[in-house]
């Protein structure tokens, strides 16, 4: 089985995806590493600081693997059997990722993306085995427990639909800070 652990920067998917690994026989893979080690990087973005991924190559080369956990933003575009979309409150995200010291516009960009859902569309596109977590007020080992759950024994229908924070009316867009 091929897990994908995926979501916008700070969403928790290192942690979460670490965390499983030591708790199943699964192994833990970073794509990023992955993009990295086998030659699918195509350039470095030095307005976002980022790698410039070939997400064909990667989906190449993540395609053999079995039994391990793919942990990155781009995961979803991988040959998964089960895809989890890690979602977090614009305003808690916000937090988890000044931590990382970036930027205030690389931040910025990265709670629009959390607020417009552009991971979740794009793991949604034509996949049926998605399920959205929101990891808020949620420690890493409760989310690992719904994870591997829904792994194991199936189910999970609270997280099959598309989450959307603006429709849900989580958030106030007024508010800045959401
Ligand atoms: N469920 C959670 N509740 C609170 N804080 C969390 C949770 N999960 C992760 N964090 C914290 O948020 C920060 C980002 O977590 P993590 O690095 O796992 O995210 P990520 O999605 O892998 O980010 P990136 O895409 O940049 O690799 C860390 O400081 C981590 O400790
Ligand atoms: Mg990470």
């Not at 979501?7 to 199943?24: C, H, I, N, W, Y």
Request: glycine share 8%; aromatic share 6%; with cysteine.
């Amino acid at each position: 089985m091929k897990i994908a652990i995926t979501g916008t920067p700070g969403t928790g998917k290192t942690s979460v995806a670490e965390r499983l690994a030591e708790q199943t026989d699964m192994e833990y893979v970073s794509i990023n590493k992955v993009a990295r080690k086998k030659d699918c990087i195509i350039s470095y973005d030095e307005k976002r600081k980022s790698d410039v991924v070939d997400v064909k190559c990667l989906r190449e080369k993540t395609g053999d693997m079995e039994d391990c956990i793919l942990d990155g933003h781009l995961s979803h575009f991988m040959e998964n059997d089960i895809t989890f979309v890690l979602r977090c409150k614009p305003s808690d995200l916000r937090k988890r990722l000044e931590g990382k010291s970036w930027k205030d516009q690389k931040i910025q960009e990265n709670v629009n993306a959390e607020i417009t859902g552009v991971i979740e569309g794009e793991a949604r596109n034509g996949n049926d085995e998605v399920y959205s977590i929101d990891t808020t007020n949620k420690s890493v080992d409760r989310i690992v427990e719904i994870v591997s759950k829904i792994a194991e024994e199936g189910g999970g229908e609270e997280y099959k639909d598309h989450f959307d924070w603006i429709e849900k009316g989580k958030i106030d867009l007024n508010d800045s800070n959401s």
